[in-house]
């Protein structure tokens, strides 16, 4: 029975530290998604202030291919002024110019609005780009200290399964699937002291006979109250 009892009680430390771990494990794995969010959302509204910028410009780029276009068949048409013979097709020519020109001033004036446009965004895009910069530096220290945190913890529980493991299966079957089941119910505490006829668990009075038996009974036993398992000290 001693032999148990030390056994379930290095075993249910090992267990707490496991479970310790595993706790804090998650919470920094949660504070590390939670900052990668906080960049990947920066960095999407950067790429998306790129792509507005790069939609602009290229529409920019149609206008002033349209417009040379259209100060070419200006030119073209004055051009073909000092060689018109009548004065009928001379007016004509020139209403084609003047409604060519009036066109011309309308993209001139779209393309300034394109250019504003895109100023705009660029600083927009820049002050995110410099808000991006500034948090990357300011977590990547903190994603540094957490990984290697992380890869500290990997490195003491697979220490510490494996010899878990082994005494877990020195255990009765029967007793390993109590302990297992009470440690996950009572919050790490699967088995604890009977004290002064008390159980430390539950903090229930234990029945003085069962108690007493704990000094001299071979098999394990549990509280009444809330079957953790129980030992007692040795008494002096
Ligand atoms: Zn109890």
Redesign the pocket.
Known sequence: MQEKVELLKELQGIDQDLHRIAGSRKALEKERAELGAEMDKVQEMVDSLTAEVENLQSERKELAAALSQEEDNVAKAEGRLSAIKTQKEYVAVLKEIDTAKKLNKDLQDRISAKNGEIEGLSRDREEKEGELAALTEKVSGRLAEIGSVLAGYDEESAGKIGYRDGLFEQLPLPLRKRYQLLFERRGGMAM?EARNGN??????Q?PPQLFNSLYTIQEIQS??????L?FVLPAV
């Open positions: 604890v159980c430390s668990g539950c903090n229930m234990l509280c009444p109250h809330c079957n953790r129980l």
